[in-house]
């Protein structure tokens, strides 16, 4: 991938930014709080597109990072309308790396399967699902998305059912619960880490043992931010493709603070050091 298409992703991304900064407001008053800020990936991020438009250079460049990756996170998006899954994003977590490269697949726009392009595409698939990598998804409903590659022949079954992956949900919730105690004047003791119905602490919204935290209540509880929702033009593909991305990008966010097992006063240092 060249600096020139780097460069322009970067730009994308300040626009959006900047186009956003009158409608956080509006976007705040929906969560009910004036303290939440739009959401601030971990770092920059450069977006990869794939579809049947993609140049096959671009993708071979991209082999040699998702070779050295060894943690991905991976979000899909399902069309209810259409009841089938169109886009998944693929983030390479590289802690090294200053800048993040995000997989955008459009798969209602994908190559066909006799096009050398599809082979390159599968080959990048293949290497992403290797059995030595790891595989972050939030939701059971998001790892079921992933069949589709098998629908599709990008993966095997077999391919598949050897990958590594991690439903980041249910881990977020225990940590949480263990980090965020009952108040003292709740009607739960300190002690009792699950979910009760009659629990009274705010910062506390789920109050049923099955209850399951989504990505953005998961994002706006834990760092204080929400993740801008496009205007409901779909022609509006800038706006569109950010938010998909950032919603990707939560996930390494979430990922970070349950896996480095942080206090509240790790968090509260966090968001007070690291916010624009």
């Known amino acids: 991938m060249n600096h020139q298409n780097s460069y322009h992703i970067q730009s994308l991304y300040e626009q959006y930014k900047n186009g956003i900064r009158n409608n956080c407001s509006k976007e705040q008053d929906e969560f009910h709080t004036p303290l939440l800020n739009s959401i601030q990936p971990l770092k920059p991020y450069r977006i990869a597109p794939i579809h049947r438009l993609t140049q096959i250079e671009h993708l071979l460049n991209l082999i040699p990072e998702i070779e050295k990756t060894k943690t991905f996170t991976i979000h899909t998006e399902r069309h209810w309308e259409l ?3 169109t886009l998944i994003e693929i983030e390479l977590v590289q802690v090294q790396r200053k800048e993040s490269i995000v997989l955008y697949l459009e798969l209602l726009h ?3 399967p006799n096009t050398l392009l599809f082979s390159v595409i599968r080959t990048l698939i293949n290497k992403i699902f290797h059995p030595s990598k790891r595989i972050i998804v939030w ?4 790892k ?10 990008y993966l095997s079954k077999c391919t598949f059912d050897e990958t590594y992956l991690i439903v980041l949900q249910g881990p977020f ?4 619960n263990k980090t965020f105690k009952h108040l003292k004047k709740c009607y739960v003791p300190s002690f009792d880490v699950q979910d009760h119905c009659y629990c009274s602490c705010p910062y506390r919204p789920y109050k ?35 938010y998909h991305v ?3 990008l939560a996930m390494a966010k979430l990922l970070m603070a349950v896996e480095l097992d942080w206090s509240s006063n790790d968090l509260s240092l966090f968001n007070r050091f690291h916010r624009k």
């Open 83 to 85: 009841n089938m899954v």
């Open 110 to 112: 994908l190559p066909s």
């Open 139 to 142: 939701s059971n409903d998001n």
């Open 144 to 153: 079921e998305d992933l069949q589709i590659l098998v629908l599709w022949a």
């Open 173 to 176: 919730k225990v940590w949480y």
């Open 208 to 242: 049923n043992v099955y209850d399951q935290w989504t990505l953005e209540a998961a994002i706006e509880y834990t760092f204080g931010e929400f993740i801008h929702k496009p205007n409901g033009n779909l022609i509006d593909y800038q706006q569109n493709i950010i």
């Open 246 to 248: 950032h919603r990707g």
